[in-house]
């Protein structure tokens, strides 16, 4: 899934019909790609690794101002999809 249909389907969760915060939203995106790669998630093309940088990135929009910490639902999905593909690798081994 590329990057404009990843910023629709983030546009369509949040609610949000104008393309007025397009820019700002596709660098969420981004940070939260990189940030989940920096916890060992690889990239692909999954739905649930799709589903984990959506839920990522509209809980840091949601609540970019509160300091309320990951829920736990998100924080579970993570760890879930992390210990999958480890366990796919050493599988492949």
Known sequence: MNDAELLTLLKLQLQILTDALDEYLSQVLNARKQMIRREGILADS????????????????????????????????KNNLLFSQKIQSEGDD
């Open 46 to 77: 999954s739905a649930e690794y799709i589903q984990i940088v959506l839920m990522q990135s509209a809980y840091l929009y949601n609540k970019r101002d509160t300091g309320e910490g990951e829920p736990r639902a998100l924080r579970y999905a």
